[in-house]
């Protein structure tokens, strides 16, 4: 697409699938399945409050994980400090408050991990907030086919 501000939101960049795209598909998915995490990451950006030791932040977190997420800061935060993350959507009512460790720091934000997994039923409602989230951008994605 020649102008990206006609992109839908959430969508950073659209190619054309020709044979070239489609190895570079087929190297991803291989390195996906190759790759064994010990918790699935969702593609979900969710509202977030974030408490740093006396610091709080109204941020947002991606991707979610049962055992933590990636919190968007404009610091560093202290590596093995105590956090408190707050994930909410405010469309689905989902709403999880839960404690956890700094492990690292990246550009653009902290990595916190949960010290108590987010629970299988909490867990399965992301799972559907994420699939429903992708049915929207595929559905938008087959409307803007020429």
């Known amino acids: ?20 795209n489609i190895q570079n598909l087929e190297y991803v998915i291989d390195r996906v399945q190759n790759n064994r995490r010990r918790f699935v990451r969702l593609p979900l950006e969710m509202e977030c409050r974030a408490i740093f030791g006396q610091d709080r932040e109204l941020t947002r977190a991606t ?5 933590g ?4 800061t404009h610091r560093v935060v202290p590596i093995y400090s ?11 009512g989902f709403e999880e408050t839960t404690s956890g460790r700094v492990v690292y720091n990246a550009k653009g934000g902290t990595a916190v991990e949960f010290e108590n997994i ?13 699939l429903e989230q992708h049915a929207r951008i595929l559905d938008t994605l087959k409307r803007s086919q020429i």
């Open 118 to 130: 987010i629970s299988f039923e909490k867990f399965q409602k992301l799972r559907e907030l994420s």
């Open 1 to 20: 697409m020649k102008n990206q501000s006609l992109l839908f939101p959430g969508c950073e960049w659209v190619s054309v699938m020709n044979p070239e």
């Open 63 to 67: 991707p979610v994980s049962p055992g």
């Open 69 to 72: 997420t990636f919190v968007r």
């Open 82 to 92: 105590n956090a408190e993350i707050t994930l909410k959507d405010l469309n689905s």
